[in-house]
């Protein structure tokens, strides 16, 4: 008969191989840098690297981009997050929810490539998006 330790190793390796796979999901979860670049109504462009999963406004207040103001914090109650998203872009970034659509309403010079900033997460599929910053928040 084979020792206890023995049986076990089967189990053992099971739960390696489990673990091992878990790691290994974690570290391709691991967010990665994207590129974002913003215009002002000047023309002036501001480029910066952004972690996947956080969003367009985060990543704008962080690089300290002018004219995103972002008063609520990103809780969809303030619009002065507004941004414009290129027309090449529009697709990708797909469209406001209701809610976003309701706060939009409060925003200045809305057109139809109008979002909220902090209503975008930031994926791998943005990377190299350009955003226009309006004139004005209000
Ligand atoms: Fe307030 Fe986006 S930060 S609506």
């Not at 049986?7 to 053992?12: D, K, L």
């Not at 390796?13 to 796979?21: D, E, G, I, Q």
């Not at 002002?40 to 690297?49: C, I, K, R, T, Y």
Request: a negative charge.
């Amino acid at each position: 008969m084979l020792p206890a330790t023995h049986c076990a190793q089967p189990e053992r390796l099971r739960l390696l191989s489990a673990l091992t796979a878990e790691r290994r999901l974690d570290f391709w979860s691991l967010p990665s840098m994207v590129k974002l670049t913003f215009i002002q109504p000047d023309g002036a462009s501001q480029s910066v690297e952004a972690d996947t999963g956080a969003t367009v406004m985060e990543a704008a207040k962080q690089n300290d981009v002018p004219g995103i103001d972002a008063e609520c914090g990103g809780a969809c109650a303030c619009a002065t997050c507004h941004v414009y998203v290129d027309a090449a872009w529009v697709d990708k970034v797909g469209t406001p929810d209701p809610m976003e659509e309701d706060m939009l309403d409060f925003a200045f010079d809305v057109r139809k490539e109008s979002r909220l900033s902090c209503q975008i997460k930031i994926t791998d599929a943005l990377d190299g998006i350009t955003f226009r910053v309006p004139e004005k928040q209000f």
